[in-house]
């Protein structure tokens, strides 16, 4: 879980960032700018599913701006005139995200499904739910209405579920960590959102929106080089704090000496790799990240990597040796 709350009723300054209202990421406050290929691409399928009226799953890297897409379809849709509510599923625990979505027995009308009603309700990691959410959740995307508390009154909600993670939820529906029945709810429509390395010219639009000026009246060319030139592993979130912390520097012309050192002095595998390499670097985080949902459970990894033909056949392991009594056991949690 990501920033676990302490145990019983949740915080109230922690209730109202869920309300989409406060507590919004910076990135929250800025609209979809940018010329490149995929940003083009991205505004096109934001536009296309906002008409829909199933939901949406918005899968990509932390910080390459799911939240600022879940807003902009919300924004273009039909319920733009409703409410846009949304709720970290890492950042609480499960009894607490209970009370926060579903509202207590007492208390019906503060469930955010509630609070949400003819508008749009944005789940970010909806992978962290435990299964009686899961199941508690697909119950009200099948029927329209839900349970207050765990034996409350029902109610009903007119609610247009969006989600966003950086995780591959079908993995999670393979290894049975992720209802199939839910993942085919809010997975109706995917929208790839790309990383901002893949959308690099885009950063001199992008700082031209948050300084409200062209690049060219406030920053040299050599900075908008090496801005460009860096992968930027936190994507647009790492960006814009940056480039706003540039522009609270108070320098009228900024220069590269200004800019962070270890963006100014990165030299590791160049932006535009070969797009290979970055395939098998993903297929490898895809295998990693299987294991981990098996909870260490052998698993057949060759159709990740093999392209041959079909799967080649293994002959049957020979026998294990007695263990050894003097080496400790391993323990696959603590390796990875």
Known sequence: MRGLESRGGVPSSLARTCNGEEGMTSASRFRIVGQSRFTTLLRKEAARVAGGAGGVLLSGETGAGKELCARTIHVQSPRRRGPFRMVDCGRFFPEDLAAIIFGGAERPGTALLTRANRGTLYLVHPEEMVMSLQ????????????????????????????????????????????????????????VKVAPLRERLDDIGAVIEYIAGMPVGERFSGGVLSVLQSYPWPGNYDELIEEVERLLRTG??????????????????????????IRRALHEIERCIQTFRISDGAPLDFAPYFWHGGPVPSSAPAAPADDPDPDCEPWEHDAAW
Not at 148 to 171: F, M, N, Y
Not at 263 to 275: K, L, S
């Open 135 to 190: 199941e508690r959740l697909l119950d009200f995307l099948q029927c329209g209405e839900f349970t207050a508390g765990e034996l409350g009154p029902r109610a009903a909600a007119d609610v247009r579920l969006l989600c966003g993670t950086d995780k591959d939820l079908e993995l999670y529906v393979r290894g049975g960590a992720f209802l199939g029945d839910l993942w085919e709810r809010i997975a109706a429509s995917v």
């Open 251 to 276: 320098y009228q012309w900024i220069e590269i000496e200004h800019v962070r050192r270890d963006i100014v002095d990165y030299e590791g595998t160049p932006v535009n790799a070969d797009p290979e």
